[in-house]
């Protein structure tokens, strides 16, 4: 049995450009797409779904980490013994585990803080360099100002 393979040609790329418009057209045509906002109460719907998942998730990252971190303690231990190094040696060697087992940890406990904190950065500097006011940074705006892009990119595109 053989496979059957996909071959590249320019009547395939036509087929795929043609599907793309139909699907775009098709997509622009339903009612709702235009409602004001349908973007935003999605948004909105999925974080009050998900507000409460963050504990429950870092509770049980949390103990598998711990988990973790011992296999690594004892894997380190074992392995620094048996290359039988000086007393110094192993004691650096097991600081840079607790040091960087530390940082790990402290990756994970931060999380929830710093990822609000790191899109709400972005969310600045995209007002900042859009020159739009953060509140009209929505899920909404930006799909309208890439239906927007497309159809100036449309209107200013020529078929031979």
Known sequence: MTKAYYHYTPRNANKHFFGAILA???ALSIPDVHAQGVLDSITNHAQQA????????LDYAKTLFFGLAALEFVWAGTQL?????????????LLMKVITISFFFMLLTMAPTWMGAIRDSFV???GGITGTSVSALTPS??????LDVSVNMLNTTTVR
Request: zero cysteines; proline letters at 0%.
């Open 50 to 57: 998900s507000s409460g998942w963050m504990n429950t998730a």
């Open 24 to 26: 775009l057209v098709a």
């Open 124 to 126: 600045q500097a995209a």
């Open 81 to 93: 013994l048996l290359q039988k190094g000086e007393l110094s040696e192993m004691v650096v060697g």
């Open 141 to 146: 705006a930006m799909f309208d100002k890439g």
